[in-house]
């Protein structure tokens, strides 16, 4: 009797075991590992790669990863308010995945543009963004041939604080962001939670049977 019931056990434990175990559909995806930054002014392009430089890369990649899946902040800006553009594409083991357009000197503050034509075909649309107050600085540090442009304060010589645009904060973006990982981090954690439970209630039925 305890032979059959140990066997009934584990092969309760072994049908639930899979729900312990991520999906692929779960898995993370393939990280970039290559930016290239190019304009008409360029030749050649200049490409900044993951192992060889990493804060470079990671900061180069700051500037346009969160316009995946952001929403567009502001409206076509004058042409003649945009200044150089640059454009930086995104790649994933050599494979250009993103496209995006920057404009560190442009009026107001940079601008960054999301083209609805992306290299992997995924469908998105025409956006414009508030760009990150840092871009320039960034893009110069990458190799981009930019005048140097400190962070602007306010307040005078002696102190202050960094302007900022309040447009260009968008904590909406960060909170999306934060509850799509904790979605998927609640759906794993209910599929354990719900393998485990099966496997005890089937273990306890088995008791109670055997106990009579």
Request: glycine share 8%; net charge positive.
């Amino acid at each position: 009797m305890s032979r059959r019931w140990f066997m009934s056990g584990a092969a309760l434990v072994v049908v639930a075991a899979p729900l312990l175990v991520p999906s692929p559909a779960m898995a993370a995806p393939p990280r970039p590992d290559m930016v290239t930054v190019d304009s008409e002014e360029m030749d050649p392009a200049i490409a900044v790669r993951a192992k060889a430089n990493p804060d470079l890369f990671e900061a180069v990649l700051s500037q346009v990863d969160w316009l995946a899946t952001a929403k567009g902040q502001t409206s076509s800006p004058k042409a003649a308010n945009l200044g150089p553009k640059f454009t930086v594409v995104v790649h994933i083991g050599e494979q250009p995945k993103q496209t995006y357009d920057l404009y560190p000197l442009a009026a107001g503050g940079p601008r960054a543009f999301r083209p609805a034509k992306q290299p992997d075909k995924r469908k998105t649309t025409n956006a414009w963004f508030y760009g990150r107050l840092n871009m320039s600085e960034t893009l110069r540090a990458a190799g981009v041939p930019l005048p140097e442009r400190p962070e602007t304060l306010h307040g005078g010589i002696g102190g202050g604080e960094r302007v900022f645009d309040q447009d260009t904060l968008n904590p909406g973006r960060d909170l999306d962001k934060l509850l799509a990982d904790l979605r998927e981090v609640l759906l794993l954690n209910g599929a354990v939670v719900l393998a485990i439970t099966l496997g005890l209630a089937g273990i306890s039925l088995l008791v109670r049977r055997r106990t009579r």
